[in-house]
């Protein structure tokens, strides 16, 4: 595992609308998947177009990192003791194979604080006890996130569970709906967002652009982290096929652009001190910031994320603090919609 950074909270600011909550797929809106609207953030100009346009915003020998990893049922309906339901979040293993989970209100609008050490949830297939709080295994209750016993919960959550949602969301949708094209290798709790809006006709107008496409692995944990908390640790895979395609790009002028914080995350950790990128397989802890800047990633293609999420952050380690300051006052301004199934930003702070 990388070596955690100090967390220091984004210096991005701005009010978002509750109204700007995407509350479901653009497919519902009468869009297709690759029609949501995209702002273009470059030190000189903002611009405003729609993400079927991605591939005429980059340059042949630009690469595309993209995030492979799917996202798996992770909410289970539970009972507590005292007998009101909730549901639990799942955020997949940490490095010694325990699960943590998130204890919800039902359709996950609101976090469960009052819950302690030792309480037994009933759900479908049989019981699951709040082990400990976690990280801080000194709390006794009002811990947000839970070692849970059993550990391991795949064929419970694979029979009886369902894809987390939120409050803002419309009801639930299907697993298929929180899938990305590229997605093929089962693991995250929460689906990586921001390469949804990617179809097959826009990989193979990037193809014929001559932008090229590679993937990563990032299996993400639950997204409804506090303020200023830091991203949990998560799985990761940068191949040694994606590592050499990174350093021909990068060695030919091109730019590597990054699907999301999930696969600049990937990157990243992947990337020495020396900026080069090699072969990683493992778990990161790595927390972008003004103590750790981005050493690979030159552009980044996101959603559009919460005041104060640790995402801002990671945002301003690769484009600035300026740029993304801008794009959000612009993206806030001209009702861009937020959240999974939103529209969509490419920052591209440098050539």
Do not use: C, K
């Not at 000189?44 to 177009?49: A, K, N, Q, S």
């Not at 991605?54 to 005292?82: C, F, I, K, M, Y």
């Not at 290798?185 to 932008?211: D, K, Y």
């Not at 940068?238 to 990054?258: K, Q, S």
């Amino acid at each position: 595992m990388t070596t955690a950074h100090a967390r220091s909270r984004a210096l991005t600011t701005f009010v978002l609308p509750d109204d700007l909550s995407a509350t479901g797929p653009p497919e519902i809106r009468g869009l297709a998947r690759d029609e949501v609207r995209l702002l273009v953030a470059r030190p000189d100009r903002v611009e405003h177009t729609r993400f079927t346009g991605l591939a005429e915003q980059l340059e042949p020998g630009d690469l595309v990192v993209v995030n492979d990893s799917a996202t798996v049922p992770s909410a289970l309906d539970v009972v507590r003791p005292d007998g009101r339901p909730a549901v639990l979040h799942v955020s997949g293993p940490l490095d010694d194979g325990a699960a943590v989970g998130e204890l919800r209100t039902p359709a996950g609008a609101e976090r469960v604080l009052d819950a302690a050490a030792g309480d037994v949830l009933a759900t479908a297939a049989g019981t699951v006890t709040l082990a400990r709080p976690w990280p801080d295994a000194t709390l006794t209750r009002g811990s947000r996130l839970w070692r849970l016993d059993p550990p391991a919960l795949d064929a419970v959550l694979a029979r009886h569970g369902r894809p987390i949602r939120y409050g803002y969301l419309d009801g639930d949708r299907p697993l298929v709906d929180y899938q990305s094209v590229f997605a093929t290798r089962p693991g995250s709790a929460e689906m990586a967002s921001a390469g949804r809006p990617f179809s097959h006709r826009l990989v193979t107008a990037l193809v014929g652009h001559g932008v090229q496409v590679a993937p990563v692995t990032l299996h993400t944990g639950v997204s409804s982290l506090e303020l200023d908390e830091a991203p949990l640790p998560e799985r990761v895979d940068v191949p040694a096929a994606t590592a050499r395609l990174v350093e021909a790009a990068r060695a030919a002028g091109g730019r590597v652009v990054a699907v999301g914080t999930t696969v600049t995350r990937a990157l990243e950790t992947a990337a020495w001190s020396d900026g080069h990128v090699h072969p990683f397989h493992g778990w990161t802890d790595l927390v972008l910031g003004p103590d750790r800047p981005a050493r690979v990633v030159d552009g980044l293609v996101t959603g559009w994320h919460e005041p104060q999420a640790s995402h801002l952050m990671l945002l301003e380690a690769v484009a600035g603090h300026d740029l993304v300051q801008r794009a959000y006052d612009e993206a806030v301004a001209e009702r861009y919609l937020w959240h999974e199934f939103g529209d969509s930003a490419l920052f591209l702070p440098r050539r």
